[in-house]
């Protein structure tokens, strides 16, 4: 499980500010991938009317300046990831070659932008879609325009103030089933503020999900576009330490048992264990109402469904007192092959 610190548009259009914040990211937290909104062309992603333009306008960063960004998080061990918001974006970032890229939500059905960057990918490249927000069919028709082997379906979106039930983790768990095929990630955007934000991070990541995303900030509390959602340098690392733990609990998924699990039910000082009520002769056949099932100091090497499997089938081979424990080498050839 990867833990990705999220710039967006923290930066409001200073350089000196988000370089701060990205050497920040690199030398002092424990992220694994970084995360940057890269806009090179203000008017292929948004109109003039909309009450936000002339602001974003005004913070947009050349590309001399994403580049130096850009060489800051390669120069170091986290890995890059670029959401593109135009094409101008797309042509520019992929000669980075990003480990990770994503389409907004906010874009997630624009075909000229999902086209560009369908003929820049490489199969290794992992393609992250924000779906906060979207349906399953505008989901599916982006699933379907990328055909990408290398998905990720990242849940999340802003909510502030934070409304619990909005949330939902139960429709990310469905969604989650309807797409067995891809990974998936949780962005949390929990208020800066709430008691519970770690908390209700960790419960999104314990999800199942590969990825958890953080806005992350040096000015923490401070009014800042995004602000209302980034976490402190510290918070993230504490993040990052639980999502261990998660990934610990979470253990391999086999079926088998494991070291923890075979301790845990050795037959006779855990699990009940078959015990003779009377003493049984060599050439006797097994008869349940000789058999009981008890704790007891004694080890058995049968659980108690192959004890059951004995009875009336299986003749001992050698005496057995009462209160003993019944063993394999009690019956003829030790059950080899017929125990099932």
Not at 251 to 261: F, I, P, V
Request: with cysteine.
């Amino acid at each position: 499980m990867k833990l990705i610190a999220e710039t967006a548009w923290h930066h409001q259009g200073e350089f000196a500010f988000m370089h701060q914040l990205v050497n920040a990211i690199n030398k002092r937290t424990k992220a694994d991938i970084v995360k940057l909104h890269l806009t090179l062309d203000i008017d292929e992603y948004m109109a003039p009317d909309h009450p936000l333009y002339e602001d974003v306008k005004i913070w947009l960063l050349d590309k001399d300046q994403w580049k130096e960004i850009i060489e800051l998080i390669i120069s170091g061990n986290k890995e890059l990831m670029l959401l593109f918001n135009d094409t101008k974006a797309v042509e520019f970032g992929m000669q980075f070659n990003p480990t990770h890229v994503e389409i907004h939500s906010v874009c997630l059905n624009d075909n000229n932008l999902l086209a560009a960057l369908k003929q820049r990918l490489t199969r290794e490249t992992k393609v992250v879609l924000g779906v906060g927000g979207s349906s399953l069919y505008e989901i599916e028709n982006a699933i379907n325009i990328l055909q990408h082997p290398n998905m990720v379906l990242m849940f999340g979106f802003q909510n502030f103030p934070t409304k619990y039930e909005d949330i939902n983790f139960a429709k990310m768990r469905r969604i989650m089933k309807l797409f067995p095929e891809f990974q998936f990630g949780y962005a949390d955007h929990t208020a800066w503020d709430e008691p519970n934000n770690i908390l209700i991070t960790l419960l999104g990541a314990a999800l199942g999900m590969d990825y958890v995303e953080k806005h992350v900030t040096i000015a923490y509390g401070e009014e800042r576009i995004d602000w209302s959602a980034a976490v402190s340098i510290d918070m993230l690392n504490e993040i990052k330490e639980r999502m261990k733990l998660i990934e610990a609990c979470n253990g391999d998924g086999l079926l088998r048992l494991n070291k923890g699990e075979q301790d845990y039910s050795i037959f006779g000082p855990m699990k009940k264990a078959a015990m003779l009520t009377k003493d049984l002769k060599a050439g006797q056949e097994l008869e349940k109402d000789i058999l009981a099932f008890k704790r007891t100091g004694q080890i058995s090497d049968m659980s108690q469904v192959e004890a059951l499997q004995t009875i009336g089938k299986e003749e001992v081979t050698k005496d057995i007192k009462t209160g003993q424990v019944l063993m394999r080498d009690h019956l003829k050839e030790g059950m080899k092959g017929k125990i099932k």
